[in-house]
């Protein structure tokens, strides 16, 4: 949902300099891929609550710094030749993908 320089800068920061991506800052592309805005279960449920817990305790930081809407649900879509090939929609904030599978549906 960023601008471009954000993104770049955001990314840069994450080892992930090269990684290709489009800013949506009106989050146009979210609307046309099924994304919804969260609703309060989504967001601040008690499982979001819990897995926040054991991030912490895990001696991971928790990002606090926003870029965009934060009330806007994520989903990852794998795109290949125009196609969506795999994709996770979160359900809840706090849901985690199985990224290597995510990533292993392309590699195929």
């Known amino acids: 949902m960023a601008d471009n320089d954000i993104a770049d800068k955001y990314f840069e920061s994450h080892g992930l300099a090269d990684a290709e991506h489009i800013a949506d800052p009106q989050t146009e592309l979210y609307a046309s891929f099924g994304l919804l805005k969260g609703n309060f279960q989504q967001l601040f449920g008690l499982k979001n609550w819990i897995k926040g817990y054991e991030i912490v305790k ?3 930081p928790l990002s606090i710094k926003q870029i965009g ?4 649900m994520p989903g990852i879509f794998m795109i290949q030749n125009g196609e969506i090939v795999d994709s996770f929609i979160h359900k809840m904030a706090s849901d985690v993908p199985d990224y290597d599978s995510l990533l292993n549906c392309c590699a195929a």
Request: hydrophobic share 15%; charged share 15%; aromatic share 14%.
């Open 58 to 60: 895990n001696g991971t």
């Open 69 to 72: 809407d934060g009330f806007q």
